[in-house]
């Protein structure tokens, strides 16, 4: 074994104070020291074990230390990891034509980035140069694109939601070429409505407001929508067919380019390989990223063939790790195993079978207000009152602690005074057994928090 691997699964908590004063982290939700994953699970310091239901920020959709993903990058390693993304290489090549071909029709074009944010920038950048009189981007309530200078501008993390500014609002004249509208947040809806859960009002509302702000709230043409065709860190929030077919009828009656931040939804999580093939709507550039490399960094946005793309000799974008070679094999054996195991389908099977028994445990629980699923994107929200509906952020955060207590791993979201909607979102080799273990678990912090 060789000696810094030694010493990295021999560290004990008392070793971590001669290093912390070192280390500085920018952003996140302090978790549990982690040193090792096997499957759906993993250890931490003490040597205790987590069933995962966060993937590591929804990024392992083949869980840890898949034997055929690891074999393949271990092989790729012994001829090349990196090459500049000037050089052609097989593996690009190779990635963007699988891409292509199980994406929707027209969307065709790929190109590779390194990271989340660098992609949504680069699907900005492209809408500007296909719409070069127009200035402004309109972005959702609840919106989260990333903590790039562009990409603040877009995401909740920069408004006052929370009570506070914070985060991007730091950095806000650097962009403030965004306009947001509301998300229809059927369960708390942005604005009064007529009657309660009214989802067609919903919808018809936020299309509403959306013309309007293009007609009236906008100082000059918008350029493009930036919006999650599903809200993941907002408070997964699912948003139904009518409303992301009415966006897209209105983006281009205006001549506004429709980008999805796809980061969170493709590759398998919704039980599809992309938002756009379950609702059945396809935008003008597709972000993607996250899972998209099975924990590997890799990102990139797929383009429509209507719109014109990027040249190597304009330099508008790039960057040196772009052509990653372990990356880029990590992208194209993951896709592979999913085709070959059939783990769409499982996704399908498992997610749905998740969601009908958390639904069963809601009916005793009067704290869920409600579950918001589709596939392996799963999302409890916490209220004190049924009634009211008012936030339960503590319950939420207890719920998490909880969950550590109790062997299982629990995400977090919501762009209130705290976050009160609770994440599970496992592996996509999440079996039916596993699930199991997911919903004792979840049962036994619920009955910690909340009582029997």
Partial sequence: ???????????????????????????????????????????????????????????????????????????????????????????RYMLAKKIAEIFPEKMNRVLIQV?????????????????????????????????????????????????????????????????????????????????????????????????????????????????????????????????LQGVKDICKKNNIVLIWDCIQTAFGRMGTWCAAEYYGVTPDIMVIGKSMGSGYPIAGIVVSDELEGFKMTDWIDGSTFTNNQVSQIAALKQIEIIEKYNILEN??????????????????????????AIGFHIGIEFVKDPQTREPDYAGCSAMRSKGYQNGILFGEGGTGKGKNVLKIKPPLITTREQADEILEKFSASLNDVYGK
């Fill in 347 to 372: 996704v399908r099977e498992v997610g749905s079978y998740l969601k009908s028994n958390l639904e069963e445990i809601q009916k005793t629980c009067p704290f869920i207000g409600d579950i918001r």
């Fill in 115 to 243: 990271g989340g944010s660098a992609a949504v920038e680069a699907a900005l950048k492209l809408a500007m140069i296909n719409r070069p009189s127009a200035h402004n981007f309109i972005a959702l309530y609840g919106g989260y694109h990333g903590l790039s200078f562009m990409t603040t501008g877009a995401s909740h993390t920069g408004t006052m939601a929370s009570g506070k500014y914070i985060g991007g609002s730091k950095l806000a004249h650097f962009s403030q070429n965004f306009i947001r509208v509301p998300a229809p947040y059927y369960y708390r809806p942005y604005f009064e409505v007529t009657r309660t859960d009214d989802k067609d009002e919903v919808d018809r509302r936020c299309l509403q407001i959306l013309e309007m702000q293009i007609k009236y709230g906008s100082t000059g043409p918008v350029c493009a929508m930036l919006m999650e065709p599903l809200q993941g860190s907002g408070g997964q929030l699912t948003f139904s067919k009518n409303y």
């Fill in 1 to 91: 074994m060789d000696s810094i691997i030694e010493k990295v699964l021999n560290f004990k908590k008392e070793d971590i104070p001669a290093y912390e004063p070192y280390l500085m982290v920018g952003a996140g939700t302090p978790g549990i020291n982690l040193i090792k994953g096997k499957n759906i699970y993993v250890w931490d310091i003490d040597g205790k074990k987590y069933l995962d239901c966060t993937s590591q920020s929804w990024a392992l959709h083949l869980g840890y230390a898949h034997p055929e993903l690891n074999q393949t990058i271990k092989e790729q390693i012994e001829y090349a990891h990196h090459f500049h993304s000037g050089f052609f290489t097989m593996l």
